[in-house]
């Protein structure tokens, strides 16, 4: 099996058509391999959260081509081999945390015991093990962000992508987001990728790819 996880042919993104056509991505070529830990990194609108979205499949280029050689199509995707954590609160305020975690699991056909089971294992790992109980609306944003975490790995993904998972948290809970994703990637074997303005976090990834105006820049700089 290759180790491609995801691979970017030139792939674009425009939205809207004639006078009123915006190019979120100019056509960009790229590829993460197994084990990867890159930081996307550029101001707001440059095109980061694109290029996420079109490797995770949740959107398609308008030109070019994404695929993803290590994993299958498109449709076998999710849940499992690829996860999405997402800037803003993306928990359901009517679950508790262990059942937020697990509901992936459960919309893909897997048992409730074994759901359960992988979502307690899923939140010990991001030391959330006492708060399967709550709402979202009684823990902190941080430990709603690990919760996150924690249902994207539950499934045990190969490709862990993250869209500005810190952007509304203060610098030390970001941190401990990064260290989250970072170890939760560790612990899945999962190449990680990352989309930030944060040059903290970007620092500490091993792979820095920048982005402008919708261009992502090349070559790929990589931290020494």
Known sequence: MTNVLVSCDAAGRTFGSGDAATVALQPATCEVRS????????????????LIHLMAGLDEPTVGSVSWPGIGS????????????FQGPSLLAPLSVAENVAL?????????PDAR?????????LDLADLTDKLPEEISGGQAQRAAIARAVAGDPV??????PTGQLDHVTGAHV?????DAAGHSDAAL????????VADRFDERWEMHSGLLQAPVLERA
């Open 159 to 164: 490709l862990l992508l993250a869209d500005e």
């Open 35 to 50: 084990g990867a830990r890159i930081a996307i990194v550029g101001p707001s609108g440059s095109g980061k959260s694109t």
């Open 117 to 125: 089971r992988r979502a307690q294992e899923a939140l010990a790992l």
């Open 178 to 182: 990064v260290d989250a994703l970072l």
């Open 104 to 112: 992936p699991l459960l919309l893909a056909g897997e048992r409730e």
């Open 193 to 200: 990728v990352v989309a930030t303005h944060d040059m903290a």
């Open 74 to 85: 498109r449709g076998e995707l999710r849940p499992g081999p690829v996860a999405v954590v």
